[in-house]
């Protein structure tokens, strides 16, 4: 057994974990352009790039959740970051875009399979208030991700070429592949003996057939595809479109996630005043 770790020392192992996605997104969005002009592509096949990862990522999500119930966490992160790492240096040697998507599509299989066990963890050694402050520790670690990427992103186009940052992102996997292995607790709660996907299945359709659940998933997806809708177009805009350049693309990118951050804290106070 490892030692129990403090919770915050926890909260940012969790947090670098899960921010392997966002940093999947944000980091390259910088060298867009560049990838459209090395693959002799359009804009819209190199933004399928960000579009795809999406899809994979929720599908290793979907998948990676009952697996890390049934196996365990590390069981289960462990080979997820793997699939991360071999479909990033896949990448760096696509020979055509359509290879650079497909690369995509199997990288968020694997960081979906990563992101989903770090609320399993707190909810394992966690419950009421001790699981909604770790979830709000992560989340502040979370924040920083979105600012943080696209300047890194940025810094590694200035010097080097866009492969370099992908190499950024298969380093980030063997770290978090460190972190999964020497520093995640092990599960306390026992596991389940056999992996019954008839209940698997069960459980998701009454998600899909609750009302309730469903309005909220609906309104989070309306949100969510905004701000999809603006990661994906976002270094076209700025870059191809409006003549920014790279260097003063993260700062731009940056207000607009601070925008967002704001009003996100806002929302508190706003449903102390109206109901949902």
Partial sequence: MRPDLPPKVLAVFLASMVALAPFSIDTYLPAMPVMATYFGTSIGMVEMTVGIFFL????????????????????????????????????????????????RLVQAFGGGFVTVIAPSVVRDRFTGKEAAKMFALIGVVMMLAPLVAPAVGAVLLRFFDWRMIFAFLAVYALVSLAVIF????????????RLNLGKVWADYGRVLTNRHAMGYMITQSFSSAVMYLFLT??????IAYLGISTDMFPILFGANIITMMAFNRLNPFLLNLFSP
């Fill in 182 to 193: 020497l520093a995640l607790p092990e599960r306390q709660k026992a596991l389940s003996k």
């Fill in 233 to 238: 177009g976002s270094a076209f805009a700025y």
């Fill in 56 to 103: 994979g990522y929720a599908m290793g999500q979907l998948v990676g959740g009952p697996l890390s119930d049934h196996f365990g966490r590390r069981r289960v992160g462990g080979p997820g970051v793997v699939i991360f790492f071999l479909a990033t240096v896949g990448i760096i040697f696509a020979p055509t875009i359509e290879w650079a998507i497909f690369g």
